[in-house]
């Protein structure tokens, strides 16, 4: 899941060096959290929210299919 948000997120921005991906493992959730360069912040997140919600419904769906949840925190 990790891989798959730091993809998606490097397609994204212009610094693409500069994406930073983490994830926290639980039991059932693991959390990634997604940074990025404060001038990417605006690409990642979308007008309204757009892309930062169509990530995190990707994460979703390859999440269920592995059987666990995930939930994608986007870091300032």
Do not use: F, H
Not at 22 to 30: D, I, K, N, P, W
């Amino acid at each position: 899941m990790k891989s798959l948000i730091e993809y998606i997120a490097k397609s994204l921005v212009d610094s693409p060096d500069e994406v930073v991906v983490s994830e926290v493992q639980g039991e059932r959730t693991s959390v990634i959290e997604l940074k990025v360069a404060k001038e990417d912040l605006g690409k990642v997140i979308g007008k309204q929210g757009r892309t930062a919600r169509a990530m995190r419904t990707i994460l979703s769906a390859a999440s269920t299919k592995i059987r666990k949840r995930s939930v994608l925190e986007i870091i300032e």
